[in-house]
């Protein structure tokens, strides 16, 4: 029952910025754990991201550590992704998820929901 949809994505150069939104509607609570992952083509899917739903905990791949930032507004319910100091090694499709429980995991498998991604180009 629980939509999600990913926004914000584009091409930009290298030490630009972006800013990603992940809009949920459906029975998605305030309080579920919600994650940013990525995936290059012909690479593996890896963890960008994640906040709990309970206390806002914040967590991050050491690749982005530094560079992004990930923040909700419950009210909304939206999860953003701010995006500083881009490289091309982070172009990819930036998938939004919504875990059933208000933890945050860094494991996709423990993601309940997912978007359809938005993709990100980040030139040289």
Same mark, same amino acid.
């Given at each position: 029952? @629980?939509?999600?949809?990913?926004?914000?994505?584009?091409? @930009?150069?290298?030490?630009?910025?972006?800013?990603?939104?992940?809009?949920?509607?459906?029975?998605?609570?305030? *309080? #579920?754990?919600?994650?940013?992952?990525?995936?290059?083509?012909?690479?593996?899917?890896?963890?960008?991201?994640?906040? &709990?739903?309970?206390?806002? $905990?914040? %967590? =991050?791949? /050491?690749?982005?550590?530094?560079?992004?930032? $990930?923040?909700? /507004?419950?009210?909304? *319910? !939206? @999860?953003?992704?701010?995006?500083? &100091?881009?490289?091309?090694?982070?172009? #990819?499709?930036? =998938?939004?998820? #919504? /875990?059933?429980?208000?933890?945050?995991?860094?494991? #996709? %498998?423990? %993601? /309940? =929901?997912?978007?359809?991604?938005?993709?990100? !180009?980040?030139? &040289?």
């Amino acid at each position: 029952q @629980v939509q999600l949809v990913e926004s914000g994505g584009g091409l @930009v150069q290298a030490g630009g910025s972006l800013r990603l939104s992940c809009a949920a509607s459906g029975t998605t609570s305030t *309080n #579920a754990g919600m994650g940013w992952f990525r995936q290059a083509p012909g690479k593996e899917r890896e963890f960008v991201a994640a906040i &709990s739903g309970s206390i806002g $905990i914040t %967590y =991050y791949a /050491d690749s982005v550590k530094g560079r992004f930032t $990930i923040s909700r /507004d419950n009210a909304k *319910n !939206t @999860v953003y992704l701010q995006m500083n &100091s881009l490289k091309p090694e982070d172009t #990819a499709v930036y =998938y939004c998820a #919504a /875990d059933s429980t208000p933890w945050g995991s860094r494991a #996709a %498998y423990e %993601y /309940d =929901y997912w978007g359809q991604g938005t993709q990100v !180009t980040v030139s &040289s």
